[in-house]
């Protein structure tokens, strides 16, 4: 079974930077996409980023755009999201995904596999 296993969250006041850490184990695939996603309570789940295998293509968010920073190092089956600038509305549980299509969506339904999350919040 594919596990996936998110780092790095914590409590940050606005300005700040955090960068999450997500390890995928058992994963005997390539050419997989990896995202990143948050939720906040009573809210739906919403995209936040994406990468496709090589590094070579990235989407994000608007509300990212220009702050965040997804990558990944295939060796280790790791993707990281660099988070600078954080402000209090990106207080929110982010899971990490891996969507074994290839396709580098936005799309929540589009992804396999899921981690557990790691709480970020941002303090103003």
């Known amino acids: 079974q594919v596990q996936l296993v998110e780092s790095g969250g914590g409590l940050v006041q606005a300005g700040r930077s955090l960068r999450l850490s997500c390890a995928a184990s058992?994963?005997?695939?390539?050419?997989?996409?990896m995202g990143w996603f948050r939720h906040v309570p009573w809210k739906e789940r919403h995209f936040v980023a994406a990468i496709n295998w090589s590094g070579s293509r990235t989407l994000y968010a608007d509300s990212v755009k220009g702050r965040f920073t997804i990558s990944r190092d295939n060796a280790k089956n790791t993707v990281y999201l660099q988070m600078n600038g954080l402000k209090p509305e990106d207080t929110a549980v982010y899971y990490c995904?891996?969507?074994?299509?290839?396709?580098?969506?936005?799309?929540?339904?589009?992804?396999?596999?899921w981690g557990q999350g790691t709480q970020v919040t941002v303090s103003s």
């Open positions: 995904a891996v969507e074994l299509g290839s396709i580098t969506t936005s799309l929540e339904e589009r992804y396999d596999y």
């Open positions: 058992r994963l005997t695939f390539v050419g997989y996409v």
